[in-house]
Nanobody
Framework: QVQLVESGGGLVQPGGSLRLSCAAS????????MGWYRQAPGKQRELIAT???????SYVDSVKGRFTISGDNAKSTVYLQMNSLKPEDTAVYYC??????????WGQGTQVTVSS
């Protein structure tokens, strides 16, 4: 059974850092584009970072220069290093394939709250 499990979220002050992890069981990442998505209260889920099988990455402008996506194919794990966090980064964070038509069942996500 394919399962995505996100972890690493929490409460952090503005300017702080967190490192999110997403572990996949039942399937590997090697041949797909993997992405981190987030959903803030009252907003649609948005794709914020992607990494392809060759290691090329892309980011939305709002996180560019602050967030870094990386992965370990041997561990079927994708990471999101988040630095210089802002209150507007508060959201539930998910990982999944990109584009969404290839999406796996969604995990439970991990809550990130940026607040003083």
């Amino acid at each position: 059974q394919v399962q995505l499990v996100e972890s690493g979220g929490g409460l952090v002050q503005p300017g702080g850092s967190l490192r999110l992890s997403c572990a996949a069981s039942g399937i590997g990442f090697s041949f797909y584009v993997m992405g981190w998505y987030r959903q803030a209260p009252g907003k649609q889920r948005e794709l914020i970072a992607t990494m392809d099988s060759g290691g090329s990455t892309s980011y939305v402008d709002s996180v560019k220069g602050r967030f870094t996506i990386s992965g370990d194919n041997a561990k079927s794990t994708v990471y999101l290093q988040m630095n210089s966090l802002k209150p507007e980064d508060t959201a539930v964070y998910y990982c999944n394939r990109s584009p969404l038509r290839l999406a796996l069942p969604w995990g439970q996500g991990t809550q990130v709250t940026v607040s003083s």
